[in-house]
Nanobody
Framework: VQLQAFGGGWVQAGGSLRLSCAAS????????RGWFRQAPGKEREFVAR????????NYADSVKGRFTISRDNAKNTVYLQMNSLKPEDTAVYYC?????????????????WGQGTLVTVSS
């Protein structure tokens, strides 16, 4: 089982990036999915989550209105559209599968962490 996140890169402030997280080896279409990020020297933090059907989403206050999470269950893939990027969005972004009933913004609720993709936003 593997989750692979890609789509990161370098972008100027105000720009956009779209991250993808593809799962292989197992069908996660009945699981919630989430995105987290970890900036240098900081703890990993919640960014966004989406329910298994895609009907419910939640975002960290810091990205609300700028980021959009979505999923394509036919492709076993989750996306994170990031607009109006700020330098403080610079981090390694990780995707994961929610496997426990803990809060949807809690690290311990998730497993199958992907390897992460680096997003760098310059001012």
């Amino acid at each position: 089982v593997q989750l692979q996140a890609f789509g990161g890169g370098w972008v100027q402030a105000g720009g956009s990036l779209r991250l993808s997280c593809a799962a292989s080896g197992r069908d996660f279409n009945t699981y919630g999915r989430g995105w987290f990020r970890q900036a240098p020297g900081k703890e990993r933090e919640f960014v966004a989550r989406i329910s298994w059907s895609g009907s419910s989403t939640n975002y960290a206050d810091s990205v609300k209105g700028r980021f959009t999470i979505s999923r394509d269950n036919a492709k076993n893939t989750v996306y994170l559209q990031m607009n109006s990027l700020k330098p403080e969005d610079t981090a390694v972004y990780y995707c994961a599968v929610r496997t426990r009933p803990s809060g949807w913004d809690k690290l311990e609720a998730y497993d199958y962490w992907g390897q992460g993709t680096l997003v760098t936003v310059s001012s």
